[in-house]
């Protein structure tokens, strides 16, 4: 069988003191179309690897100042050359070295004197193997590499979920909850309270004249008096179960989790309040020089004969009093109406 000719790139570095064995393997390697380089001494191997990384080494042991086992230690000790085959050529042909030239590394071992044939069918089934752990290992990385790039897409398209989520239950102009999520948080909340036999409040806000802000100071500022207002609002309700919600136009809810009748209308009042500080101009208000707020307050402890409904309603008609009232304060629904 003809021996196949390697590729003319392959790099074999013969690591020998002995001239004639350097001559012969040279002569092989050359006659089968290697590229070789030699080194006459174990310390030389150094020097020679760090010029340019071989793809085979064949060392011999028994060299002065360093043989070839502490060559082979010193090359499998550091990462840059660990992975480099070394293939052993050596006259010691003891158990006891072969041995020893496995655990200090070695990819193979060949007693001298050698046969040509065996020695380059070792020399090309090491350069195959390694070639192909090269190329499987590449082959790993590209995989990785795809995994991890799946993996960013996953987790982008996680976030951009999440993100589609927010949206559909966010207002876009002021990124409060939206008038879908706020039938959510009621039903939630309502269902929570009538587990635990607590009371649910809500507070209808409505920013008082707001049609003549618009037709006073045009409609971008009154889209910025809108996201002004909210987080004024927002601010105002601090506590992680409460939930503050777009109506719609002008008008805002809040759901106030186990909030019984005398601290909603505190709540009412200081939300009254912070939108008042605000201190935004408005001329065409009857209630006052600047933008304010109508609040109507309700408390409900929900029942079997009771619905969410009920709530809003008794929400609205405090909002309708607050109006009627002159604007621009808090009214709590009568203790009657939510008994």
Same mark, same amino acid.
């Given at each position: ?7 003319? !790139? ?23 179309? %290697?590229? %070789? ?25 028994? /060299? ?70 090269? !190329? ?80 006073? %100071? ?40 186990? /909030?019984?009748?005398? !601290? ?55 909002? %309708? ?19």
């Amino acid at each position: 069988m003809k021996t196949p000719i390697a590729p003319a !790139d392959t790099d074999i570095l013969i690591v020998d003191d002995n001239p004639t064995n350097l001559d012969l393997l040279s002569e092989v390697l050359e006659g089968h179309g %290697y590229r %070789y380089r030699v080194a006459t001494s174990g310390r030389a191997t150094f020097g020679a690897i760090a010029a340019a990384r071989p793809d085979l080494v064949l060392l011999d042991i028994s /060299m002065p100042e360093m043989n070839g086992y502490e060559v082979c230690e010193r090359l499998k000790a550091d990462p840059e050359t660990a992975r480099i085959p070394i293939l052993f050529l050596s006259a010691l042909d003891e158990p006891f070295d072969k041995v020893r030239a496995f655990d200090v590394g070695a990819a193979d071992y060949i007693g001298k004197p050698f046969q040509i044939p065996e020695v380059m069918a070792r020399i090309e089934h090491q350069l195959a193997r390694s070639r192909l752990e090269l !190329d499987l290992e590449r082959r790993n990385q590209e995989l990785a590499d795809k995994n991890a790039a799946l993996l960013r897409l996953s987790e982008a398209l996680e976030q951009a979920n999440r993100e589609l989520a927010r949206l559909t239950v966010t207002d876009p102009l002021t990124g409060l909850a939206n008038r879908r999520r706020i039938h959510e948080a009621i039903d939630e909340e309502w269902r929570r309270a009538l587990r635990n036999r607590e009371p649910v409040s809500a507070l209808m806000i409505d920013i008082d004249c707001f049609k003549l802000f618009n037709d006073t %100071y045009g409609h971008l500022e009154g889209d910025a008096c809108l996201r002004s207002v909210s987080e004024a609002i927002r601010g105002s309700t601090r506590r992680a179960g409460d939930v503050v919600g777009r109506w719609g136009g002008e008008e805002f809810l809040v759901i106030l989790s186990g /909030m019984g009748r005398d !601290d909603a209308g505190r709540q009412g009042e200081r939300i009254r309040s912070a939108v008042e500080s605000l201190a935004i101009p408005h001329q065409a208000s009857s209630a006052a020089s600047v933008v304010t707020v109508s609040v109507g307050a309700a408390t409900v402890v929900p029942g079997e004969q009771r619905e969410p409904n009920q709530l809003l309603a008794k929400a609205d008609q405090a909002l %309708y009093r607050a109006k009627a009232q002159g604007r621009n304060r808090s009214v709590s629904a009568e203790e009657r109406q939510v008994e």
